[in-house]
């Protein structure tokens, strides 16, 4: 996640992105103003043996400061990540979290790896959580700006890491309001460190140093009545320092520094803003609109020149503007001081906001940044611009497992109502829910895009021709190759329209378009339905070079384990599994492991196995090939119906005729939804007919149904049953009886016993 894309307009920005985001993975240099915390940090040193570090304070109280300077302790090994918005999705959130690490001590590139996949609350800290296990020396990780994150997932891994440290590793958090962490069972344990605002609060020493670094000198009077305003709130005498400094009114009489947003906002405009030039009280509202700053990026928001010059004069002359790295380069406001100039931006300024959101959008879009693009796009609502970037990247954001980041741009325009006036991005929006078995999103988001088109009396010609077929999407195709594109993988019209669909793709598809490749994938498996194994065979062969042509790996991998089924079926061993190999090595060089395109490949390699007489490796493959099983859905029943009717075969080879069964009953509701799937639906009779014939099996974890599978991952978490309801968006008892099925299944009594099983099985992976 951290390896920007190689194809850049301007070479110092490449830099300057590179520096960006290693801001993130470093603590704030030391500042020679800012007052040392040395019994707060010397007590974060002493209790060196207790595990979690909570710092929780209101914005002001000094969280980072004290992280900091605990950082830049000697001998201190601090892993750093400042969390920000765009690390709501726990794939990327978990890679930063290693790359922190990795920043102390490097890891060995096998834990590095696939950190960008999709991925399960257990799984997620675990990976953390490993990467922290291998380092030679204890190690403690800082996650700054908690209060940033609210994405379920990310949370839920905040509190699974905190119960799951490995021994002589610490975890310390810094946030706003409650942190995601199990306090209550920290405590009994004495496993948390705890310091708030009655710790942070400046005591007189401390208050009148800060004063004084300030180059503020007051008789004890007027001293002890701004100590004694400001409640020995850090930022509030500061704020006191420079408004006295500045020749303010100094009427801090009345002046409640307690926090409160809107009082704090007024004096601030009132004694800070007021005391600046109007040049300066422009740069610092139109730069506000970006969380980071840099010279580069603050002369493309304001077309001009010099801001690095400025940045660095107000960093020296203001601790509210704070620098990330020591190089100089990127800087940030301090919270209070960010909202207070946006406020102010939107007051002054309002018509430029959108401007500046779009300057913002095109910059980082040069850099090759399309997360920060997007997320600028839909800040200033500029819905043509978000929906360009979307349509343009949204595949490539897929392929990388940046599922709940482009779920969240998706739902911007949900909730405004905007998806059926962008047809190319609800097809965009269809094609990933599908993929990842969200089906009633899926087809809300396809009737979207293939909603009638809006004449022109009504709506107007400009935008009639938005809808029209001819009409170019971002990536250079035309409208009517996208919605063929949908009609195929969804393979509503049956097997005989998916033939037509894909000329119509493939004749309007950009010829580096990445949708491509899935187009011939699944015309392929329409031809391997009606058991055309030489078209079939043929057209994955096209497949994978269309695949690995534009980086768009999960076709191929789909194409590898097709062509090696269908080698199975000509009983040609070697071949297949020849195929299997260069199949599974896609999935684990390109961590595809977690994606639905890759069932067909650990079915492959159980078949292999299995012809081979290793039946342990061949049950190991099938475990992770079930895992994928939620995600085989009428939304792509071709891919889906393949993949459970070969899985059934498999589990029969191995005389598990209970799994077989399941999955069999799995596939009848896809065919439900989509019944014209050629010979598949009678294949899968011949099977279940086979099946009534042989001993049946007892249940087992193959026997677990797709509900259920679902629940699997939640159960070695610390969640309750009723969170684990609400995160799957079911009822507590419906959680609980699913849960209950489980433990019968695996033939145990207790939660803790299935996960002990799950884990044994293989079901539950670090």
């Not at 090939?625 to 029943?637: E, F, I």
Request: net charge negative; charged share 25%.
């Amino acid at each position: 996640m951290l390896k920007v894309a190689t194809a850049r307009r301007d070479p110092q920005k490449e830099t300057a992105v590179h520096a960006l985001f290693e801001s993130k993975l470093h603590p704030p240099p030391a500042r020679a103003a800012v007052v040392p915390r040395e019994a707060l940090v010397d007590r974060l040193v002493e209790t060196g043996d207790v595990p979690i570090t909570s710092v929780v304070a209101p914005p002001g109280y000094g969280k980072t400061t004290l992280l900091a300077e605990w950082a830049h302790r000697e001998d201190t090994r601090i892993a750093w990540l400042s969390i920000d918005r765009l690390d709501n999705d726990l794939s990327q959130f978990v890679s930063y979290a290693v790359a922190a690490l990795d920043r102390v001590e490097p890891l060995e590139p096998t834990l590095l790896d696939g950190t960008t996949r999709q991925l399960s609350v257990a799984r997620a800290a675990s990976r953390v959580a490993g990467a922290m296990a291998s380092m030679k020396q204890p190690i403690t990780l800082v996650l700054d700006n908690v209060e940033s994150l609210y994405d379920a997932a990310c949370l839920d891994t905040v509190a699974e890491l905190a119960l799951h440290l490995p021994s002589g590793t610490r975890l310390a958090v810094a946030t706003r309001a409650d942190p995601p962490l199990p306090v209550p069972r920290l405590r009994a344990a004495r496993d948390i460190v705890e310091i708030g605002v009655d710790e942070l609060t400046l005591n007189d020493r401390e208050a009148r140093r800060l004063l004084e670094e300030a180059g503020v000198r007051l008789d004890n009077g007027d001293l002890d009545l701004v100590l004694e305003r400001a409640e020995g709130w850090p930022v509030g005498l500061y704020l006191a320092a420079l408004a006295l400094k500045a020749g303010g009114s100094g009427e801090l009489v009345g002046v409640p520094f307690t926090g409160d947003d809107r009082l704090v906002a007024e004096y601030l405009r009132s004694e800070v803003l007021n005391n600046l030039s109007s040049d300066e009280v422009r740069f610092l509202t139109r730069t506000s609109v970006v969380d980071r700053l840099s010279g580069q990026l603050c002369d493309a928001l304001l077309d001009s020149a010099g801001s690095a010059e400025v940045l660095e004069s107000l960093a020296h002359a203001n601790l509210l503007l704070i620098p990330l790295d020591r190089r100089g380069e990127w800087y940030r406001y301090h919270h209070l001081l960010r909202d207070l100039l946006r406020a102010e931006l939107s007051r002054r300024e309002p018509e430029v906001v959108s401007q500046l959101h779009l300057r913002a959008s095109e910059w980082f879009d040069g850099c090759g940044l399309p997360e920060l693009a997007i997320d600028h796009a839909e800040a200033g609502n500029d819905a043509d611009r978000a929906n360009e970037l979307l349509v343009k990247h949204a595949p490539a954001l897929y392929a990388t497992g940046r599922m709940e980041l482009t779920n969240r741009w998706m739902r911007w325009f949900d909730d405004r109502g905007l998806v059926d006036q962008y047809p190319a991005l609800a097809v965009c929006g269809a094609l990933l829910f599908s993929g990842n078995g969200r089906m009633g999103d899926a087809e809300r988001w396809a009737s979207a895009a293939e909603a009638p088109q809006p004449t022109a009396s009504r709506r107007g010609h400009e935008f009639s021709a938005r809808f029209s077929p001819k009409r170019i999407v971002a990536d250079g195709s035309t409208l009517a190759s996208w919605l063929a594109v949908l009609r195929l993988v969804s393979a509503r019209d049956g097997v005989d329209a998916v033939h037509r669909d894909a000329e119509i793709a493939l004749s309007g598809l950009n010829i580096f378009s990445g949708l491509r490749a899935p187009v011939v994938a699944y015309e392929a498996l329409a031809y391997l339905a009606v058991d055309d194994l030489v078209n079939a065979d043929a057209l994955m062969t096209r497949a994978v070079t269309l695949s690995l042509d534009n980086l768009r790996i999960p076709p191929a991998a789909i194409a590898y384990a097709t062509r090696g089924l269908i080698a199975v079926q000509r009983d040609q061993w070697s071949l297949a599994a020849s195929y299997s190999a260069e199949a599974m090595r896609l999935v684990t060089a390109w961590a595809l492991d977690d994606y639905m395109e890759s069932v067909l490949g650990y079915i492959l390699e159980a078949r292999v196995a299995i012809h081979g007489g290793s039946a342990d490796r061949a049950a190991a493959s099938l475990r992770s090939a079930a895992r994928l099983r939620p995600l085989l859905t009428y939304g792509r029943p071709l891919l889906s119906v393949v993949a459970l009717l070969e899985l059934a075969r498999a589990y029969a080879a191995l005389g598990d005729t209970a799994g077989a069964r399941e999955v069999i009953r799995q596939s009848r509701e896809v065919l439900e939804q989509r019944p014209d799937l050629g010979m598949l639906p009678g294949q899968l009779d011949v099977l279940s007919a086979a099946l009534d014939t042989m001993k049946t099996t007892r249940f087992g974890a193959s026997s677990l149904t797709t509900a259920e599978l679902r629940v699997v991952p939640f159960l070695p978490t610390h969640l309750t049953f009723a969170q684990i309801a609400e995160r799957l968006h079911v009822s507590r008892n419906t959680a609980k009886t699913q849960a209950i099925s489980i433990y019968q299944k695996l033939g145990v009594s207790s939660r803790g016993g299935a996960v002990e099983q799950l884990g044994a099985l293989g079901l539950l992976e670090s």
